[in-house]
Structures are given as structure tokens and as C-alpha cells.
T-cell receptor
Framework: DAGITQSPRHKVTETGTPVTLRCHQTENHRYMYWYRQDPGHGLRLIHY???????DKGEVSDGYSVSRSKTEDFLLTLESATSSQTSVYFC??????????????FGNGTRLTVT | KQEVTQIPAALSVPEGENLVLNCSFT??????LQWFRQDPGKGLTSLLLIQSSQREQTSGRLNASLDKSSGRSTLYIAASQPGDSATYLCAVLEYGNKLVFGAGTILRVKS
């Protein structure tokens, strides 16, 4: 398995509170991604990063922010959690340096419940 | 906007059967297509990656084909086993470097 660790694995939080999810990789891969997975929607891209301090929005970025201060860490922050953000969040990494056809590797996910 | 559709949404087959999972996409401007497997409560595991210039890829009992012009891919699983039970997802890498996923096919192989 690719060296990807997501923390926490499970979290319950209240509406309106900020939440930060962490993705840590030991592969030194350039690209990192945050997806959310919901029934009927598949996986949808929230934000991604193509290098330290280089990030871009995905299709469902509203209400989320990200930061990447080190190659190995990619943080996802819910600025003020809402019930619609209850989901399973997956981090993924890809080498992709000079090779757009390198596969994506996923972490085991964080199950977030907003009450 | 790229849309990826997987048919069927769920499939139940007896052990030993050969089966085909389908994936279609609306925009042929892609770099590659990937097939993933997801077990309950787990992340996704990459099974096969087909580059846009390729027609198929094989790994063991799995064979994936790609027809970019028609926007279709199939994942063929030979001699299915109960351990193949999982959700299978396809995803295309667009020219904007974003991976777009289908909703998946839930496969159950009965012993």
C-alpha cells in the first residue's frame, strides 16, 4: 500500500464548528487530492495540490479550504461545518512528475458526521 | 462538463462466471482511464490504467478495454470469485488534470 495516512479516521462535530482533516504521505509524490464520497454521487474533487503552496479548486470547493506547507502534508479545513458536509473524505496522491499516466493512490478515508 | 456513467449499478453473479462492467464518458479529451476497486470501509485500489493511446490493459483475470472515440470502457473479470465482491469504479483524467469518477458498480459474487 502507498504510504498515505488520513487522520482522524472518524469524527463527529457540531454544525458551525471548524474542522481540519489531515493527509500525510511518505511517498514524496507531487500531486495530492481531497475527494468526498456520497451515495449516488461517487467521488467528487474538492481541492487538489500540485506542489507546496500550489493548490486549485475542484468541483465542490465551496465551504472548504486547503493548505500544503510541506510536500508530505495536505490539510482540508471545513471553515464552518454544515450537515451537508457529512461524508466520507478521501485523500489521494499521484507522482505524475513528467508522467500524466501515473496512477492515483488513496488513503482509507475519514468518516465525518456533522450534527 | 465531463460525465462518467457506470452500468449496471449493481450486479450479482454465481462464482465462476465471466462478467463485464461498463463505463461511459461524455468527453473524449482524456489522458487516461483508470479502474479502481473499493472494499467496504476502505479506500480505492487502482486495478488498471489505460492510456488514451492504448486499447486495452490486462492484469491477471482482469482485462480493461478503451474505445476513446465512442467514450466507452469495459472491465472484464474472468472466472469470478467471492473475493472479487467489491465496488468497482472507473475514472477519466481530463486535459485539465482532474480525475472524474463514475458512481461505481457494486459486484457480489455468490459462492
Amino acid at each position: 500500500d502507498a504510504g498515505i495516512t488520513q487522520s482522524p479516521r472518524h469524527k463527529v462535530t457540531e454544525t458551525g464548528t471548524p474542522v481540519t482533516l489531515r493527509c500525510h504521505q511518505t511517498e514524496n509524490h507531487r500531486y495530492m487530492y481531497w475527494y468526498r464520497q456520497d451515495p449516488g454521487h461517487g467521488l467528487r474533487l474538492i481541492h487538489y495540490s500540485y506542489g507546496v503552496k500550489d493548490t486549485d479548486k475542484g468541483e465542490v470547493s465551496d465551504g472548504y479550504s486547503v493548505s500544503r506547507s510541506k510536500t508530505e502534508d495536505f490539510l482540508l479545513t471545513l471553515e464552518s461545518a454544515t450537515s451537508s458536509q457529512t461524508s466520507v473524505y478521501f485523500c489521494a496522491i499521484s507522482e505524475r512528475t513528467g508522467n500524466l499516466n501515473s496512477p492515483l493512490h488513496f488513503g482509507n478515508g475519514t468518516r465525518l458526521t456533522v450534527t | 462538463k465531463q460525465e462518467v456513467t457506470q452500468i449496471p449499478a449493481a450486479l450479482s453473479v454465481p462464482e465462476g462466471e465471466n462478467l463485464v462492467l461498463n463505463c461511459s464518458f461524455t468527453d473524449s479529451a482524456i489522458y487516461n482511464l483508470q479502474w479502481f476497486r473499493q472494499d467496504p470501509g476502505k479506500g480505492l485500489t487502482s486495478l488498471l490504467l489505460i492510456q488514451s493511446s492504448q486499447r486495452e490493459q490486462t492484469s491477471g483475470r482482469l482485462n480493461a478495454s478503451l474505445d476513446k472515440s465512442s467514450g466507452r470502457s469495459t472491465l472484464y473479470i474472468a472466472a469470478s470469485q467471492p473475493g472479487d465482491s467489491a465496488t468497482y469504479l472507473c475514472a477519466v483524467l481530463e486535459y485539465g488534470n482532474k480525475l472524474v469518477f463514475g458512481a461505481g458498480t457494486i459486484l457480489r459474487v455468490k459462492s
